[in-house]
């Protein structure tokens, strides 16, 4: 069992402020991008994120978790997911082909020792709902120029459109980040929930910017066939800021 916590950066700040950066905030407010295209915010409070390969495991945490914080804290969202075909997304393509290996991601994903905050991370939280029939109704060849890359086995296309998802997302530009996107949903509604964290939440901040086309103008054509639903940053501490919090709770 795998579990991550996060917390509203401004919320952090406040019980935490010695341990918490400066500059991280909330999705506090929507994305307006060009032609119409709106990110929602829907920040909460606090994310707890559980993983692991049973779900009756991962479901029986959940619960503990809700009962440990009642009074305190109440649940307002919930969502399952499951990996797909190994390492594809619903639209049938890899995901996270830029990710960085295990022994790079801590240097892109932790904030570095000597600042407050040092080994916690920045968490962009989106859930993606597809736009099945008319992705569908595509052939692989206009897919591939969407998202920039072949589908089958994740090259990208060197005459890759402007408004593809590679070249709006590229992390030679905005900076890397680490990506563990999940599948939600049924088999009527579904999506990709967008789970990323980066040492800097400009690299995110930016990434979105891009996506709905306010750097250039252009936007990611990726999003006329997946719509978001939810927008929130958390920051989630390191395990040694959540001990010391702990200890400083039992000794008050």
Same mark, same amino acid.
């Given at each position: ?25 909330? #999705? ?8 119409? #295209?709106? =990110?929602?915010? %829907? ?5 707890? !994120? ?8 991962? #479901?029986? =945490? ?7 914080? &009642?009074?305190?804290?109440?649940? $307002? ?10 390492? +594809? ?11 960085? %290996?295990?022994?790079? /991601?801590?240097?892109? &994903?932790?904030?570095? &020792?000597?600042?407050?905050? &040092? ?7 989106? *859930?993606? *709902?597809?736009?099945?029939?008319? !992705? ?21 296309? *060197?005459? *890759? ?35 990323? #964290?980066? /040492?800097?939440?400009? +690299?995110?901040?930016? =990434?979105?910017?891009? =996506? ?17 639903? $939810? ?22």
């Amino acid at each position: 069992m795998n579990f991550a916590i996060g917390f509203r950066p401004e919320l952090w700040r406040a019980i935490v402020p010695q341990d918490a950066p400066a500059d991280v905030h909330g #999705f506090n407010s929507e994305i307006r991008g060009t032609e119409g #295209f709106i =990110m929602p915010s %829907t920040q909460h409070d606090a994310l707890v !994120w559980l993983s692991g390969s049973a779900y009756d495991v991962v #479901f029986d =945490m959940a619960r503990s978790v809700v009962r440990d914080l &009642a009074g305190q804290a109440s649940l $307002t969202d919930e969502t399952s997911s499951w990996s797909y075909r190994h390492d +594809r997304d619903l639209t049938g393509f890899i995901d996270g082909s830029e990710n960085p %290996t295990l022994l790079d /991601a801590p240097a892109d &994903a932790l904030l570095p &020792a000597g600042v407050p905050g &040092a080994a916690g991370s920045v968490l962009l939280l989106q *859930k993606w *709902k597809h736009k099945v029939v008319e !992705w569908e109704a595509l052939a692989v060849t206009e897919q591939e120029r969407i998202m920039g890359r072949t589908k089958l086995d994740s090259i990208e296309l *060197k005459d *890759k459109p402007a408004d593809s998802h590679v070249a709006r997302t590229d992390q030679d530009k905005f900076g890397n980040i680490f990506r563990r996107n999940m599948p939600y949903g049924s088999v009527g509604d579904h999506g990709t929930m967008f789970v990323g #964290f980066s /040492a800097d939440q400009n +690299r995110l901040s930016g =990434m979105l910017n891009s =996506m709905a086309g306010l750097l250039t103008g252009t936007r990611d054509a990726l999003t006329r066939f997946s719509q978001p639903l $939810t927008g929130s940053y958390y920051f989630v501490p390191s395990v040694e800021s959540l001990r010391r919090l702990r200890g400083n709770l039992v000794a008050g």
